[in-house]
């Protein structure tokens, strides 16, 4: 029997994910539907994060404990992590705001300071967002001098001392996660609590999540939340067309969501 190249890949991504899989399925895999089926099962230390859009409530407790774990100045319009409010109208129009990253919370349904009636509301959700630590950073492509790099493990950090403030990486990131710190006058970032998760701590979004919304571990350790949810949840990613290969994972994902 004869095989192609391509015939022998298909068969590998079988064997990888110990499933039987109709070759026909696999044509149509979307790269964040790849990811959930192999990355579990790499034996490569990775952190990932998941979300769960339908657990958020928008109360901002995560914002506000980021910037003050972080110490990114809390009244700035900067943050590390913020969380967006999605209402799609019954004429179909969608608003989209995250008013001071949503650190104060949402208390009222005013969706770019527009009072809304009820009736008019054909559905609304809150979208938390941060820093997608992707495989293949376009950020760490653009740096010049090297000061944004990957670690081993997977996270996306900044050197401070190295960085020189060219902008390339801000404007780089399709996630616009990146921002001038107003203090250090460097580029800034989340970095999943790095000091903290290297400690076996969790990061301080987590940590500040009464809903459970939020949750960081290894992706290819067995006793993770986050391995658990990937190997057994479908699951999204945001703008997976840049092939950044994010490695911020979403339950329940709508898609009015950009």
């Not at 993770?224 to 997976?240: A, N």
Request: charged letters at 25%.
């Amino acid at each position: 029997m004869n095989l192609s190249r391509r015939e022998l890949l298909k068969m590998g991504l079988v064997a990888v994910c110990g499933t039987v899989i109709p070759l026909s399925a696999l044509e149509i895999l979307t790269p964040e539907a790849a990811a959930s089926l192999i990355h579990p099962f790499s034996k490569k230390k990775r952190w990932a994060f998941v979300v769960d859009t339908t657990k958020c409530v928008g109360c901002g407790m995560c914002a506000k404990a980021c910037k003050l774990e972080n110490e990114v100045p809390f009244d700035t319009e900067v943050q590390r992590t913020w969380i967006e409010r999605y209402v799609q109208l019954k004429d179909g129009k969608v608003i989209i705001d995250s008013p001071q990253g949503a650190r104060y919370g949402y208390t009222k349904n005013d969706p770019q300071g527009k009072e809304i009636k009820d009736s008019e509301v054909a559905k609304g959700l809150f979208v938390p967002k941060l820093c997608n630590q992707c495989e293949k950073p376009s950020c760490v492509q653009v740096c010049p001098v090297g000061a944004t790099y990957k670690t081993e493990d997977g996270v996306v950090l900044v050197d401070r001392g190295w960085c020189i403030g060219c902008g390339y990486c801000i404007t780089n990131c399709p996630y616009f996660a990146r921002f001038f710190h107003p203090i250090t006058n460097t580029a800034d970032k989340c970095t999943f609590c790095y000091h903290r998760i290297t400690k076996g701590l969790n990061t301080a979004c987590v940590d500040s999540c009464a809903f459970g919304a939020r949750k960081c571990g290894l992706i290819n350790d067995p006793e993770s939340e986050v391995f658990k949810i990937l190997s057994t949840e479908r699951v999204s990613v945001l703008k997976p067309e840049y092939g950044n290969e994010p490695h911020v994972f979403y339950i329940g994902l709508d898609h009015i969501v950009r």
